[in-house]
């Protein structure tokens, strides 16, 4: 089945530093990709969908300029928090949808990645 | 704005219990709708989708779910449960044109006891 991977698992930084997220998709290629934030015992928000080549779509309310989406390639997608803050600590997880066009229907989901900001 | 609710927010049952689990969503539009299951530690997985035809539709490790549009409604169910269905279960829709973006509700999370 169709696996995704994120990297860190779990990252802890200081307040006011950067921290890069990655999603991989190991075994398909993904033109679009997502970024969800899960807080406690809640549901997961979507912050943005990252498509390849091109600008990421941010939903309402997510500061596109604190969350930096890259989508260089086809397996990858990066989240960068800029100048952290112990409020942004939460669970982010993404998520991708495969390629070809008979899948495109389902999204597969990655681990997930803890940050916490001291 | 589309919005997905789901009413329990904590489920604990016996096993061998029957398992219904409310999820509805508000969008007068065409909808695709999905159930995902969160087992302790692990990330989300697909238990069931409806795109169209029969409302009733079967997913894996014995979940059914049913499409009732008059209601607006993908309740989840399963006859029998065990242990290891001890999760937590979220109910998405995605929307038509709506990018393939999925609305998830707030969750419901299930404990069975032995």
């Known amino acids: 089945g169709a696996v995704v991977s994120q990297h860190p698992s779990r990252v802890i930084c200081k307040s006011g530093t950067s921290v890069k997220i990655e999603c991989r998709s190991l075994?398909?290629?993904?033109?679009?990709m997502f970024w969800y934030r899960q807080f406690p015992k809640q549901s997961l928000m979507l912050m943005a969908t990252s498509n390849e080549g091109s600008k990421a779509t941010y939903e309402q309310g997510v500061e596109k300029d604190k969350f930096l989406i890259n989508h260089a390639s086809l397996t990858l997608s990066t989240l960068t928090v800029t100048s952290a803050h112990p409020e942004d600590s939460s669970f982010y997880i993404c998520?991708?949808?495969?390629?070809?066009?008979?899948?495109?229907?389902?999204?597969?989901f990655g681990p997930g990645t803890r940050l916490t900001v001291l | 704005a589309q919005s997905v609710s789901q009413h329990n927010h904590h489920v604990i049952l016996s096993e061998a219990a029957s398992l219904e689990l409310g999820c509805n969503y508000s969008?007068?539009?065409?909808?695709?709708l999905f159930w995902y299951v969160q087992y302790p530690g692990q990330h989300l997985q697909l238990l069931l989708k409806y795109f169209s035809g029969d409302p009733l539709v079967k997913g894996i490790k014995g979940f059914e779910a049913e499409f009732i549009k008059s209601k607006f409604s993908f309740n989840l169910r399963k006859p029998s449960v065990q242990w290891s269905d001890t999760a937590e279960y979220f109910c998405a829709v995605r929307v038509s044109g709506g990018y393939n973006k999925l609305i998830f509700g707030a969750g419901t999370r299930l404990a069975v006891h032995p």
């Open positions: 969008y007068g539009g065409t909808v695709n």
């Open positions: 075994d398909f290629q993904a033109t679009t």
């Open positions: 998520s991708a949808n495969p390629e070809s066009a008979a899948s495109t229907d389902t999204q597969y």
